[in-house]
T-cell receptor, first 114, second 115 residues
Framework: DPKIIQKPKYLVAVTGSEKILICEQY?????MYWYRQSAKKPLEFMFS???????DNQTASSRFQPQSSKKNHLDLQITALKPDDSATYFC?????????????FGKGTRLTVV | GDSVTQTEGPVTVSESESLIINCTYS????????LFWYVRYPGEGLQLLLK?????QKGSSRGFEATYNKETTSFHLQKASVQESDSAVYYC????????????FGTGTTVSVSP
């Protein structure tokens, strides 16, 4: 059974619209993350949360807003969508924050902005 | 800055052949880097393949090996004889032993193993 659930799996959106990417983890982890990967680019870190608090934000744009309604939820709201936002968005979690603990990933949401 | 560079794919190999995926890192703001290989099989999320936290040490898993070389800042992934089930995307990643920063990944290398 998948321990990190991302919804939807595929998403097509119109330029200028707003979408929410859903992520829930059932691993009992304290830290959650969002990563993004566009074609030919590294898997890019976006946000990290620990105990529902934002710890690090590496996105340049305020159009990307994480939302944590529960400890095991970290949704990603994207407003005013642009074609350049087209990418696969991966949610991840780890027991605690940091670069020493194993990180577990969801299967990703592939977003296409037309 | 801190970054990871790895072999550009796609890489195609035949079953039972050897495979090497190069990975070099830059850790200008990380005092004690930890190095990882993650793998993403078709239809799955990324999962940890192996991890090495001490320079000079080797990690191994599922027939894959990688040695943490601090002198050359490299962490190449190797397997002597691949199988079709090794077809996947492989990601090299860099983390820090202390502090709360998330992992830094490379672009990923797509490997296709033909029967």
């Amino acid at each position: 059974d998948p321990k990190i659930i991302q919804k939807p799996k595929y998403l097509v959106a119109v330029t200028g619209s707003e979408k929410i990417l859903i992520c829930e983890q059932y691993l009992g982890h304290n830290a959650m993350y969002w990563y993004r990967q566009s074609a030919k680019k590294p898997l890019e870190f976006m946000f990290s949360y620990s105990y529902q608090k934002l710890m690090d934000n590496q996105t340049a744009s305020s159009r990307f807003q994480p939302q944590s309604s529960k400890k095991n939820h970290l949704d990603l709201q994207i407003t005013a969508l642009k074609p350049d936002d087209s990418a696969t968005y991966f949610c991840a979690s780890s027991q605690d924050l940091g670069g020493n603990t194993e990180v577990f990933f969801g299967k990703g949401t592939r977003l296409t902005v037309v | 800055g801190d970054s990871v560079t790895q072999t550009e794919g796609p890489v195609t190999v035949s079953e039972s052949e050897s495979l090497i995926i190069n990975c070099t890192y830059s850790a200008t703001s990380i005092a004690y880097p930890n190095l990882f290989w993650y793998v993403r099989y078709p239809g799955e999320g990324l999962q940890l393949l192996l991890k090495v936290i001490t320079a000079g040490q080797k990690g191994s898993s599922r027939g894959f090996e990688a040695t943490y070389n601090k002198e050359t800042t490299s962490f190449h992934l190797q397997k002597a004889s691949v199988q079709e089930s090794d077809s996947a995307v492989y990601y090299c990643a860099l983390g820090e032993s202390q502090g709360g920063r998330a992992l830094i990944f490379g672009t990923g290398t797509t490997v296709s193993v033909s029967p």
